[in-house]
């Protein structure tokens, strides 16, 4: 398999899906946080093209792939499969759906992903939906999802929380800073949530889109403090 920075150096695939100039948003969140369950309603409401990166992964353990008995190790730990890997399987679904307005779920996950994304394909998120919500409610929600999943076990989780932590918060810092970021309180019931995504995805007009970012700013400064917070105390424990 090439590196993506050979892929980059070709350029070829992402060239022809840069020539759409699709709409990509990234969802991102802690492990059940909610956003499978808020993209099939975006979907539903808004024509976006689901792309779910963990879906991608597991239907290429699935579908016997050479790679897939080591992203199916890589999955059982919590950890991020390598991004040549994810960012190929989200390029060929791109190109297959022939769409142009795509919600990239659970995608990128670390700084890695996220960097290769760009190089390789040329293209940035309009912006990044950001779920967020307590570790207490996400791990409820993960021990009651019942979809069979290799990693929905409490030692898995908490290693996923931690990942997420140390690897996907610093790509939603990287966003936020360029002020891409909606967050959403996800720790309210779905509908509830719902309705504020639909204020993200259906503007009134410039005075409430305005309030909306500078109160998604206040929740971000709140966000990090808990962040640092929660990694410090971490950091402790080990210690
Ligand atoms: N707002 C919510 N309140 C309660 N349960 C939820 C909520 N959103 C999702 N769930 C449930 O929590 C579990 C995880 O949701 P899911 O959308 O799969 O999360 P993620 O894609 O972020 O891992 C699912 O069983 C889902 O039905
Ligand atoms: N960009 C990604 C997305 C998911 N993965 C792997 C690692 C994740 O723990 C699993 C499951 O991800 P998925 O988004 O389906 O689920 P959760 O948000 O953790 O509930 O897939 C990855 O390696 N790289």
Redesign the pocket.
């Known amino acids: 398999m090439g590196t993506v920075v050979e892929a980059a150096n070709k350029g070829a695939s992402g060239s022809i899906l840069q020539k759409r100039n699709p709409t990509i948003v990234f969802v991102l969140?802690?492990?059940?946080?909610?956003?499978?369950?808020?993209c099939a309603n975006i979907v539903e409401h808004y024509g976006y093209t689901h792309l779910?990166a963990g879906d991608l992964l597991r239907a290429e353990i699935k579908s016997g792939s050479e790679n897939g008995t080591m992203i199916q190790n890589m999955i059982k730990e919590g950890k991020i499969v390598p991004s040549e890997v994810t960012i190929k399987l989200l390029q060929r679904a791109m190109e297959e759906s022939g769409k142009d307005k795509f919600l990239i779920?659970?995608f990128p996950r670390n700084e890695e992903n996220r960097a290769a994304f760009e190089k390789v394909t040329g293209m940035e998120p309009s912006f990044v939906l950001f779920?967020d919500c307590p570790e207490e409610e996400m791990e409820r929600?993960?021990l009651?999802?019942?979809q069979g999943r290799e990693d929905d076990n409490i030692e898995t989780i908490r290693k996923r929380f931690r990942v997420f932590l140390e690897s996907s918060v610093p790509v939603i810092s990287y966003y936020d800073a360029k002020g891409k970021v909606r967050k959403i309180d996800?720790a309210?019931?779905?509908e509830e949530?719902f309705a504020s995504v639909k204020a993200i995805f259906e503007p009134k007009n410039e005075k409430v889109n305005h309030y909306v970012r500078i109160m998604s700013k206040l929740y971000m400064y709140k966000f990090h403090f808990a962040v640092k917070r929660k990694l410090i105390s971490l950091c402790c424990h080990r210690c």
């Open positions: 969140g802690g492990p059940g946080s909610g956003k499978g369950t808020q779910s779920d659970g779920f929600r993960l009651n999802r019942n996800a309210r019931p779905v949530v």
